[in-house]
């Protein structure tokens, strides 16, 4: 079964370095989402993607946060510099397009910022 | 900003015991989404709900979505220790999904 792939599962870094996280999502998935979740919270959206054009980063912290899908494919997240309030888990997520409700969801990556 | 209040927050139970978990929002949702998180992956989608009024089961899951379509409920039947991890609401509009605050359970032998 096609799955969403995250890289890597967890992340030490000290503040105010730099960090990168990666998605690859299901092969065909139009969307891409990259989600913010506290420990014990639902996930909050931080950006969408159809293809490679960006249509959802209104909660983006775009002082310090960046996101490319460059060839409509995978998909990388930046952070930087890191502060401490950036530990949290970051999900990716895909689906065929965006009027398709069904999101698959990767295993994340656990950012800790010490 | 559309939230989504989910309680409790937190249920702690025995095995066998019978619970409900509650979805509150003040908006209208197109549909609403139920996932299990387990800890250190990513959500897994249970159950979508889209009709007013209607109820899915699943095993021993039973989900209801509110007349209204801005409430929903989830209720385990004889809960067992492989139910444990976080519940999660999604109201599915604007071609997106918004999370409800979740809800952590613990089912102990």
């Known amino acids: 079964e096609a799955e969403v792939a995250q890289s890597p599962r967890y992340k030490i870094t000290e503040k105010s370095q730099a960090v990168a996280f990666w998605c690859d999502p299901i092969?065909?998935?139009?969307?891409l989402y990259w989600y913010r979740q506290i420990l014990g919270q639902g996930p909050e959206l931080l950006v969408q993607?159809?293809?490679?054009?960006?249509?959802?980063d209104s909660q983006l912290p775009k002082d310090r946060f960046s996101a490319e899908r460059l060839k409509g494919v995978d998909s990388t997240l930046k952070i930087q510099p890191a502060e401490l309030g950036d530990s949290a888990m970051y999900l990716c997520?895909?689906?065929?397009?965006?009027?398709?409700?069904?999101?698959?969801f990767g295993p994340g990556t656990r950012l800790l910022v010490l | 900003t559309q939230l989504l209040e989910q309680s409790p927050q937190f249920l702690s139970i025995q095995e066998g015991e019978n619970l409900t978990v509650y979805c509150n929002s003040s908006?209208?949702?197109?549909?609403l989404q139920w996932y299990r998180q387990e800890p250190g992956e990513g959500p897994v989608l249970l159950v979508t709900?889209?009709?007013?009024?209607e109820v899915k089961k699943l095993k021993r899951l039973t989900f209801q979505f509110g007349d209204a379509r801005k409430d929903s409920s989830l209720h385990i039947t004889a809960a067992q220790p492989g139910d444990t991890g976080l519940y999660l609401c999604?109201?599915?509009?604007?071609?997106?999904?918004?999370f409800g605050t979740g809800t952590r359970l613990l089912v102990s032998p």
């Open positions: 997520a895909s689906s065929l397009d965006r009027a398709t409700e069904t999101q698959y």
């Open positions: 092969s065909g998935h139009a969307t």
């Open positions: 993607f159809q293809d490679e054009s960006v249509v959802d």
């Open positions: 908006s209208v949702f197109s549909s």
């Open positions: 709900v889209v009709t007013g009024g």
């Open positions: 999604a109201g599915v509009g604007f071609q997106k999904l918004v």
